[in-house]
């Protein structure tokens, strides 16, 4: 049934295409015929044009983890208050992202900065497609701006490091031995218990069924990007010439005072900065996709 509906969503994704293509047709007859004006053209152009580029990017998520859910970790780096707060900025930038397109987001994981903004946090994502979008997000984020918490009001220079794996599902076989698996049990202090530093590996003891299968989930998550990450390397040695596989690299820049962002593996910028931070990103994710060639 999963098959059936995957080819079925290539098949209404074809069916839309061509149907914006014939319009396109049909308005550009009736402008020759001076019926329909020039605006009305470029407005079914460009309807058609952005079908096709978006079933062109599906295209090239093959893989079989494309199309699962994304695990997707933010860690704030040195730099202290700034990098963390940082690193808040990027958890909200991914968060209204998700709401943008749909996705599913639970927070599974979540360390308070010691003054302000986050340690870490991990989001579950679930969606179509939403490891194949987001695997572009791989890497370190740089901030460059004025700091609010610096009291001379210089410019400074924050990272935070973004990690995505695909977060399998029951057609995935990842197999783990119980008898190497040990559990720590804990509870949550505090009011509802919103402060607590939470472990993936740690269960509360408020739910803990529940709180088991998601550690388990995430560790088979885990194990499975371990696998495809020793073959995206094995691939890489065959394939060279294409795009490389940098995993902590330093992948975009965000100047807040030059009110540019930059994504330094495909060259796309863009000078809408506050469009970005909140979670307009498609452009950036498309950019990757179609420069990385592959899925």
Known sequence: ??????????????ETVNKAVEELALAFDFFKEGVASEAEVDSAYATASKMLEDIEMKNMLSSEEDNMGASLKIVAGAGGTESQDWASMLLRMYQRYCERVGYK??????QEGDEAGIKTATLTI???????YLKSENGVHRLV????????GKRMTSFASVFVIPLVDDTIEVEVN????SWDTFRSGGAGGQNVNKVESGVETRDQPKNRENALRLLRSQ?????????LAEKAKIEAGKM???WGSQIRSYVFDDRRVKDHRTGYQTSDVNGVMDGDIGEFIKAYLMSNGVS
């Open 105 to 110: 987001v639970t927070v599974s994981n979540y």
């Open 178 to 181: 119980p008898a190497l698996l």
């Open 244 to 246: 490389k596989i940098e």
């Open 126 to 132: 679930e969606g179509d497609f939403a490891y194949g």
């Open 1 to 14: 049934m999963k098959k059936v509906k995957d080819l079925k969503k290539w098949v209404e994704g074809y």
């Open 145 to 152: 701006r004025v700091s609010p918490y610096n009291a001379q």
């Open 223 to 231: 194990l499975y990007e371990k696998e495809l990450q020793h073959r």
